[in-house]
């Protein structure tokens, strides 16, 4: 079972990464005003996520990515508060304001494996 969530984690940050260069502009619209190159930043997380979900499937580097996915948890929740903040794209508020906590539920899936 546990590897069951292993495998879950990586393809959820495989998925996550692949979306953004698919739906680039969403991904693009979340991040704050306050972060330069936004469309960098959009690129260069997509490709995290996808280097990090490929990093789940091998034991050698299991722990590294799953330090790197928390990581990168706390490096993107400013996005997910200015989601909020911003009430994206008709997302009901009540739906991110949820949103913000779960990103420790997603570490505590990732430190799992660490």
Do not use: D, S
């Given at each position: 079972m546990d590897e069951a969530f292993l495998y879950a984690m990586a393809i959820f940050y495989l998925t996550m990464g692949v979306m953004h260069?698919?739906?680039?502009?969403l991904f693009t619209s979340i991040i704050p005003p306050f972060i330069p190159v936004p469309?960098?930043?959009?690129?260069?997380v997509g490709s995290i996520e996808l280097g990090l979900g490929i990093g789940l499937f091998f034991e050698t580097s299991r722990t590294e990515a799953a330090y790197g996915i928390i990581l990168l948890l706390i490096?993107?929740?400013p996005a997910n508060l200015y989601m909020y903040q911003k009430k994206h794209l008709g997302i009901p508020k009540w739906l991110l304001l949820i949103r913000l906590p779960i990103q420790?539920?997603?570490?505590?899936?990732a430190y799992m494996y660490t």
């Open positions: 260069f698919v739906k680039h502009r469309k960098l930043i959009n690129i260069l490096a993107v929740f420790l539920v997603l570490i505590g899936w």
